[in-house]
């Protein structure tokens, strides 16, 4: 997701061409994505920053900073941050480009931001992303993996008060899975009836 002061006039990552960006802190997902997207479609920044959210609101809101990137369940903290006393626009990918850029990197998916998400959103608008993990060493006992699913999806509620991208889990969402699940979250899926895909089965 990303975003800028509306008076800026950027819309679209077209913009980020000869733009300063902020991708979050040097190494993470943000940085790394975001160095491949600039490269991939040839819109090089005058610019590239390393600073942590709450620092590059604080440069937009001062003019110093073009644009800012994030990535995260929405809303994000840091967008949400920067409406209440700034006026911001917030886009991501059209579909076109999200397509391209998954099929490069197809562990990434096509997402749509509901409109009204963030102060002033009033339309939804597509990018790309990633769904929700939980990384499990293969040899964590089948039964204790099975009762963490269990345990998450039954208190989606009370994890979304604190997070409210946990209101978005959905068990049916394994289905877009490119990655082998544990023994005992397969257990979990089978016995909620939820069909796995093949790249999802477990490995053992």
């Not at 994030?70 to 579909?95: C, K, L």
């Not at 076109?96 to 009033?122: C, D, R, V």
């Not at 999806?153 to 009370?158: A, C, E, G, I, T």
């Amino acid at each position: 997701q990303f975003y800028a002061l509306r008076s800026s006039n950027i819309k679209s990552i077209n913009d980020i061409k000869g733009k300063s960006i902020n991708v979050s802190r040097a190494g993470s997902g943000t940085d790394v994505w975001g160095r491949r997207l600039f490269e991939i479609f040839n819109i090089p920044p005058a610019k590239i920053l390393n600073l942590n959210p709450s620092d590059a609101n604080n440069q937009l809101a001062d003019r110093l900073l073009d644009i800012a990137m994030v990535q995260g369940g929405a809303p994000h903290p840091a967008i949400n941050e920067a409406s209440v006393t700034q006026d911001i626009i917030v886009f991501g990918m059209p579909q076109k480009e999200s397509k391209s850029f998954i099929q490069k990197y197809p562990i990434l998916s096509e997402m749509t931001i509901p409109a009204n998400t963030y102060k002033g959103q009033k339309e939804a608008f597509s990018t790309i992303g990633s769904y929700m993990v939980l990384i499990a060493h293969k040899d964590i006992p089948d039964d204790l993996v099975f009762e963490l699913v269990q345990a998450t999806f039954k208190n989606k509620d009370q994890l979304a008060a604190a997070y409210k991208a946990y209101m978005l889990l959905k068990p049916e969402d394994v289905k877009y899975s490119p990655i082998p699940l544990h023994r005992g979250a397969n257990q979990y899926y089978q016995k909620a009836g939820i069909t796995v895909p093949k790249a999802a089965m477990p490995l053992e």
